[in-house]
């Protein structure tokens, strides 16, 4: 059986991210097990799971964009953003129609900056948000910088307040906190019932090779590497951490040893060096197969 790779699972509301590891870690027997992208516990959709050296990609896709579905509830904020909290506040519902709706959502389009959630596992002084938050306490929060690069509504339920929205996002940006602040430019307040993710890097959620928690599948490393798109090179050769000088030109590259069909290392680009017409690549990861 395929130990080394990536499991694209299709997560189901109720479970962390951190569960659907240490459910893969169980089955696999084997600790080395991580994910790209967190998904809340109320969420579902398409969760990446690295396995053993297949965890070493993980990091040449961090920037992978995400494209999710959302459904936000129009008159009430609870303090988590999502259906999980308690209802804080709550606010008539003024006179929307899908015209201004649609406005309003474009108005989100481009690079901003945004607050990360209080209820959030990102760390401050070494603590996660969400410790604070239950604690009561109180700590400063730097702005991130995001990317919205597609937003459209689907359809707008006016009887339930609930807007069913599509979204395309860069890493690091909370769909929690862009239908809080969908709402507040609506003159109301909000909060997530639900939330899908539905691609990652162009990588659909409906897509042959996608498992579920119940009977994952391990796709190989290249296997894997192809699935997002990353350059696969053959070379005999062992750059023991050199750089090379390559004719493709792409932020990572793999290179495999076409004898024993077996990866070797991630190459990154250095966007510093260019040779006769031929690009400068430096190791990145190097992969122990067998």
């Known amino acids: 059986m395929e130990k080394n790779g990536l499991i694209f699972i299709d997560k189901q509301v109720g479970m962390t991210s951190r569960d659907v590891d240490f459910q893969i870690m169980k089955i696999f027997g084997t600790k080395k097990v991580g994910h790209l ?14 396995v053993n050296e297949g965890t070493k990609l993980l990091s040449a896709f961090e920037e992978s964009e995400k494209t999710y579905e959302a459904e936000l509830i129009l008159g ?5 953003g999502d259906l999980t909290g308690e209802v804080v506040e ?13 406005v309003t959502l474009k108005t989100f389009l481009g690079k901003s900056t945004q607050t990360p ?25 730097a702005d991130r910088e995001i990317e919205i690069r597609q937003i459209a509504l689907l359809k707008y339920y006016k009887e339930e307040k609930k807007i069913h929205f599509f979204v395309t996002v860069s890493k690091g940006t909370y769909i929690r906190t862009l239908g809080e602040d969908i709402a507040e430019k609506l003159g109301t307040v909000g909060y997530l019932k639900n939330l899908r993710r539905l691609t990652v890097n ?16 391990i796709i190989p490393i290249i296997e894997s ?4 798109g990353m350059p696969v090179l053959p070379s005999e050769e062992s750059y023991h951490g050199q750089s090379i000088l390559l004719n493709t ?25 260019r040779k006769n017409n031929l690009y400068m690549y430096k190791v990145q990861r190097g992969f122990i197969c067998e």
């Open 76 to 80: 009430k904020k609870t303090n988590t």
């Open 249 to 273: 030109l792409s932020n990572f590259v793999l290179i495999y040893n076409p004898t024993t069909n077996l990866p070797t290392a991630i190459y990154h680009y250095d966007k510093k060096i």
């Open 202 to 217: 162009n990588i659909a959620i409906n897509n042959s090779f996608t498992s579920t928690l119940e009977n994952p599948t």
């Open 90 to 102: 709550e606010k008539d519902v003024p006179e929307i129609d899908d015209r201004l709706i649609n």
């Open 117 to 141: 959630p209080m209820y959030s596992a990102i760390k401050v002084n070494g603590r996660p948000l969400y410790s604070y938050a239950r604690n009561n306490e109180t700590v400063d929060v």
């Open 37 to 50: 992208g967190t998904l809340d516990p109320f969420a579902s959709g398409l969760l990446v799971v690295g």
């Open 225 to 228: 590497a192809k699935i997002f």
